[in-house]
């Protein structure tokens, strides 16, 4: 199946602080989200990205579908602790549909005050 | 409010009893979906259906079924449980089986002694 790495795997920061992921595939993808997981909780969707090349925000959530297709980058700006949680990446691949989603494996952000 | 309900919340099982997660969406989704989330692996898609009356299998489908006999409800049963079923199980839906933005539920953990 498709493979998605996703990196860091975790990571400390700061409050206050940037922050930035990403997601590699090991194909070209047609559709990538972004998702945050709390614990506890379901994932909930963050950034949905169409179109390579495509920046998108949401509040100080900025993410990028990369250009080649097989990659995608989540910024987090000015860190605050509410972050915490686990991003997850997800991508659709060019010929597939929703049932063909691939999630990564997650980015376990902690902050610190 | 409007969402997925997910029942049980949790559950522990004894190995080789049969049980029935339930997943109710009211959001009038034609596409439903059920994944597993264990440790380093992410989420990976147990099975699926584009529309009521019709189902699919995921990327780790033995063990489980599932059927969607109306739009709103997609109970997933596992006829014999072992403990590799021991894991956190999220269902999840989209408008359709093409739009990717998925919403999911806030999960059931199960435990198979």
């Known amino acids: 199946g498709q493979q998605l790495n996703q990196s860091p795997q975790s990571m400390f920061i700061q409050e206050g602080e940037d922050v930035s992921m990403n997601c590699t595939s090991s194909s070209i993808f047609n559709t990538w989200l972004w998702y945050k997981q709390d614990p506890g909780e379901g994932p909930v969707l963050l950034i949905a990205?169409?179109?390579?090349?495509e920046l998108t925000s949401n509040g100080r959530l900025t993410a990028q579908f990369g250009i080649t297709r097989k990659d995608s980058f989540l910024n987090i700006s000015a860190s605050i602790p509410s972050d915490v949680g686990i991003y997850f990446c997800a991508g659709q691949p060019y010929t597939g549909t929703a049932s063909k989603l691939t999630f990564g494996t997650g980015t376990r952000l902690q902050v610190t005050l | 409010i409007a969402g997925i309900t997910q029942a049980p919340t949790s559950q522990i099982l004894a190995a080789g009893r049969r049980m029935t997660l339930r997943c109710t969406q009211d959001m009038r989704h034609n596409a439903m979906y059920w994944y597993r989330q264990d440790l380093g692996l992410g989420l990976r898609l147990i099975h699926y259906?584009?529309?009521?009356?019709?189902?699919g299998k995921g990327e780790v489908p033995d063990g489980y079924s599932v059927s969607r006999a109306n739009t709103d409800d997609f109970p997933l049963t596992l006829a014999s449980a072992v403990p590799s079923q021991t894991s956190v199980y999220f269902c999840?839906?989209?408008?359709?089986?093409?739009?990717?933005?998925?919403?999911f539920g806030q999960g059931t953990r199960l435990t198979v002694v």
């Open positions: 259906s584009n529309t009521a009356g019709t189902t």
């Open positions: 999840a839906s989209s408008v359709d089986s093409v739009n990717t933005e998925a919403f």
């Open positions: 990205l169409y179109k390579a090349g």
